[in-house]
Each structure stands twice: as structure tokens, then as C-alpha cells.
């Protein structure tokens, strides 16, 4: 079973970039979709991309198509997620997942996952 954890997270100000990482170990990475997801205080965690194993299909909730891109590069079983133009609304802890279900505009968790790890925090603010 793929295990992922979280990284690159940081204190940004408003317009600022980053470019966080999700990492698996455990088996093999390329075989799996990656969904990542982000949760702010006192929100419930939402979807926001997700992408196939092979990188071909990327997905974006509209809250961050523009502004946030996906990709991998299964020699290094990584998935990434570059945040440009952070708004202080982007503030929240970053979580990756295996397997999600991205379909009709939706992203969410593959049902009964429960193996989510401690995230990586972003912070916007001036």
C-alpha cells in the first residue's frame, strides 16, 4: 500500500509561490492517481487537483485553476504542486491522497480513506 507524506509548506506573503511536494513510498507511485487537498481552520477539507498516473489528466477546482498546477515525476515518485499568486484564502494545511475521485468538476478522497498524513501548512499573510 502507497504511503504519502507532505512537504514545502511555508509562511508566504499575498502573491507570493511555492512549491509543495507529496512524496510515496511503500510501492510504487506511478500506478496511482494523486488527488491534493487542503483543509483551513474551522473548513471542512476540500479538493483542489488532482492528476492520473501517468500525468496526462489534470484536474483543478476553480478555486485555484490559474493560479495552482499539478505534476509528477513517477522516477521519483512525487507528485507536486506549484502555488502561484497565494491569496490569504489559500491559508491551510495541504494534504495528499491516493486514488481520489475526480470526476464532474468534483474531487474528493476515495471512498473510506482514512490514512490521511500530518499535511504541510501554508500560510499567507502580509
Known amino acids: 500500500q502507497v504511503q504519502l507524506v507532505e512537504s514545502w509548506g511555508g509562511s508566504v506573503q499575498p502573491g507570493g509561490s511555492l512549491r509543495l511536494s507529496c512524496a510515496g513510498s511503500g510501492s510504487s507511485l506511478a500506478s496511482h492517481a494523486v488527488g491534493w487537498f487542503r483543509q483551513a481552520p474551522g473548513k471542512d477539507r476540500e479538493g483542489i487537483s488532482c492528476?492520473?498516473?501517468?500525468?496526462?489528466?489534470?484536474y483543478y477546482d476553480g478555486s485555484v485553476e490559474g493560479r495552482f498546477t499539478i505534476s509528477r515525476d513517477n522516477a521519483l515518485d512525487t507528485v507536486y504542486l506549484q502555488v502561484n499568486d497565494l491569496k490569504p484564502e489559500d491559508t491551510a494545511v495541504y494534504f495528499c491522497?491516493?486514488?481520489?475521485?475526480?470526476?464532474?468538476?468534483?474531487?474528493?478522497?476515495?471512498?473510506?480513506?482514512?490514512?490521511w498524513g500530518q499535511g504541510t501548512q501554508v500560510t499567507v499573510s502580509s
Open positions: 492528476i492520473n498516473g501517468s500525468g496526462h489528466s489534470r
Open positions: 491522497a491516493p486514488d481520489p475521485v475526480c470526476v464532474d468538476s468534483r474531487i474528493d478522497p476515495r471512498p473510506g480513506y482514512n490514512s
